[in-house]
């Protein structure tokens, strides 16, 4: 399983619309890429406002996921709930 | 339900021993502190070598298990498998 990570950083000014994130960015990557599985993260402490972590199959589920026409849509919407640049993780999921 | 977060920045001469830490030092924490979930991050591309998710069910319930004694313990252990400063993160899970 492969876990796909975005993390957005929290920092003087950062503005990030949780709600907007939760009914309408998440859901719009969710039917998208359709990943076996989506969490997001609210900030209670840390270094970041936010996150959101998708699960796949295998990295190349995942790479042909990401290479779908509406990830442009996706990239496009970023604007529309933060002004942070996020950052991104891909990690092999590993259950001790 | 809360996700703490535990992350590993890549560096030059940063090191990290992920069968110690699979095997022994997050199995230690699952005993001592009882997460409702554990999973591992190996890093494949990204900032982070390595992270740790665990999952507890409130605030209270993981603030009671991080106070455990064997904390110190953890802690200690660090050592035995990386040189590396970790980044702790606490969120709220929210399902989209």
Chains 1, 2 share one sequence.
Not at 56 to 74: H, K, W
Not at 81 to 95: F, I, K, L
Request: charge should be negative.
């Amino acid at each position: 399983m492969i876990r796909f990570s975005v993390f957005y950083p929290a920092a003087d000014g950062a503005t990030f619309d949780h709600d907007y994130y939760r009914d309408t960015h998440v859901p719009l990557c969710v039917e998208t890429w359709h990943p076996a599985g989506a969490e997001i993260d609210k900030a209670v402490d840390g270094p970041y406002v936010a996150a959101v972590h998708f699960t796949f199959d295998s990295l190349e589920v995942m790479q042909a996921a990401l290479a779908a026409d509406g990830t442009a849509a996706i990239r496009a919407d970023v604007a529309n709930y933060t002004n942070v640049e996020p950052v991104r993780q891909v990690s092999e999921v590993v259950v001790p």
